[in-house]
């Protein structure tokens, strides 16, 4: 049986809050701990070790942009993909959003996007946005 293709997918979830203060969430290891893992834990050359019910991960930093962006890459993975936290601030209507990009196998895109939303909505209840 041939293994599912993994794809990207983007999620795209509004949140009310300012782009400095949600760039502490995405960004830190301290922030993250609040909303995406149990326990992050800061390692040597822009690592992170994300903790969830006991299992470790380990992720690289490949990109911070303040204010503005944070991509990582575990490395136990597919060295074509990442997850990247996007804030989106819509200069019209000063309306900020979130913009998720990540890889999942294509029969579990749904089930994944819940859980970006559960961890969102986490997110929303620390922050009171």
């Known amino acids: ?6 794809e990207m997918y983007k999620l795209e979830i ?3 809050a300012s782009p ?3 760039y ?3 960004s830190t290891p301290e922030g993250l701990s609040e909303w995406f893992a149990e326990k992050v834990n800061p390692l040597k050359n822009q690592r992170y070790e994300f903790t969830w019910e006991g299992t470790k ?3 690289n930093v490949l990109k911070l942009v303040p204010n503005r962006l944070v991509k990582f890459q575990w ?3 597919s060295t074509d993909e990442f997850f990247e936290i996007e804030i989106i601030k819509d200069e019209m209507t000063n309306d900020v959003a979130l913009v998720i990009t990540d890889f999942s196998d294509s029969t579990d895109t749904e089930e994944n996007k819940m859980v ?3 961890q969102i909505h986490v997110l929303r209840e620390n922050i009171g946005a």
Request: cysteine-free.
């Open 1 to 6: 049986m041939a293994e599912a293709k993994r």
């Open 14 to 16: 509004s949140i009310h």
């Open 20 to 22: 400095s203060l949600l």
């Open 24 to 26: 502490n969430y995405i």
């Open 57 to 59: 991960q380990i992720a």
């Open 75 to 77: 490395t136990e993975g």
């Open 116 to 118: 970006w939303e559960s």
